[in-house]
């Protein structure tokens, strides 16, 4: 299956910023639209945000689609909801194909010898 945004080897500056955010940010899940669709309400703001992953991921703040890159919704989904290790690639991909989708779904993601798990998936 082909990505349609190319696969990063570290966060961006952005990426990482954002993910400092949600590690202090609380966060409400108001309702869960399917597996990876989320409606978000941050603790003492009045927005609420629909975040859903996939390729590529969408967040209806204004931060993301200003920056087009994640932002600290996204962020926290993967690493609070899913708790997807901050070291793990998939935590910075501006997009998960269907495969790594299933992974985070599984929680094969969030295990710390994930490489492993990773490779072997790729043999099945």
Not at 48 to 63: A, N, R, S
Not at 103 to 114: C, D, V
């Amino acid at each position: 299956m082909a990505r349609s945004v190319s696969w990063r080897r570290s966060p961006s500056d952005a990426a990482s910023w954002h993910q400092d955010q949600s590690q202090t940010a609380i966060i409400y899940i108001l309702r869960e639209t399917g597996p990876t669709g989320f409606l978000l309400k941050e603790e003492g703001e009045t927005k609420k945000y629909k975040v859903f992953l996939g390729d590529p991921h969408t967040c209806t703040c204004p931060v993301f689609h200003k920056e087009k890159d994640l932002c600290k919704h996204i962020c926290w989904v993967l690493l609070k909801k899913f708790r997807v290790p901050r070291e793990n690639p998939l935590s910075f991909q501006l997009g998960l194909v269907e495969r790594e989708i299933n992974e985070l779904l599984q929680g094969i993601a969030k295990k710390p010898n994930y490489r492993e798990n990773k490779d072997l998936l790729d043999e099945l």
